[in-house]
């Protein structure tokens, strides 16, 4: 590999070559996954993302450990709503666990979780790839259809970073260290969804808006994204930073 | 294809830019962590006033050049199309 930053490369070329920081596609994921918990006002959910490679489903991230566990119930049974919705591509919303009849086998196995409703929207992951962010809620009112609008811009938002945090077997450019730009890059970006949820605008919008709270201030766009993610996470602690 | 010279922006960050020891392709991968959207060869042709960037992306460039000043405590500072141009009606407030 002769490229360097300031070579003929372009911004793929250079995304692919970022991914060699072994610890890159966690520090990218718990960003995706801090924006995720931060959506709506209403009570806390469990959400996580599923990657299913040749058959394989794994959970990438989860928000929590429980999260985790109710995606492995539906890996264990090979079926279940996060299965479904990245398999067939299309979103399953379980309004009602209790009443549910086509997923009472899962809503049985989940029982003790208090688990009272699930959404599961497809994440587009790539070739090859199929990917789901996932979402368990406690109440049956938390997955309303402002709720599921802000999955739906979420899950077109950490697109991006997602495939990037999946190819991470690729070898490293001699001499060039890349990780702190796109670290501060997927810092950026996951504001920028946040900022597009909560104020219902495009990410140009969004992104101006953090670089004028940058100018005003004389400060770094960085440090305003930290900002509106540590917001966004109150009151959902987990792995960060 | 050639632009006007009269952006006073892109005037200030020719003159300062040599202050700030970047290459092209330093400064395009910091303008890239903070969001940019543009390739490397279009912040090379903007840089040489061959091509035109949105006012966003224009800004994302002086704020790198910028962060690179603080990095390097030099109290020097591009200016925002904000703050040249009042009144422009582009904010999404």
Known sequence: MT??????????????????????????LELAMAAAAGLGTG????????????????TVASSDAAAMVLDERQYFFNEGPCLTALRQHRRVLIPDLASSR???????????????AILAVPVEAGKGTAAALNYYA?????????????VETLSTAISRILQLALRFHLPSPEGTDFGPALRSRALIDAAVAVI?????????????MLQQAASNENSRIRDQAIRILNQARRGHPGPMM | MPRDDEDPQLRELQRVLPLAKLTVGELWLKYFALGGSAGRFEIEAYLSSAHLLPPLERDLVAQAVNEHFMDLSVDVRVPYSSSLEPGEGESPK
């Open chain 1, 196 to 208: 597009m949820i909560q104020g219902r605008c495009s990410r140009a919008q969004a992104l101006q």
């Open chain 1, 138 to 150: 406690f109440d049956t009112s938390t997955i309303d259809d402002a709720f599921i609008l802000a």
């Open chain 1, 3 to 28: 490229g360097t930053a300031s070579g003929a490369m372009n911004q793929e070329q250079l995304q692919d070559l970022l991914l060699a920081s072994p610890g890159f596609s966690n520090f990218m």
């Open chain 1, 43 to 58: 009570p806390p959910v469990l959400c996580s993302i599923t990657v299913e490679r040749e058959g394989f489903p794994v």
């Open chain 1, 102 to 116: 086509k997923w009472a086998r899962y809503a049985w196995e989940i029982r003790s979780s208090g688990v009272a």
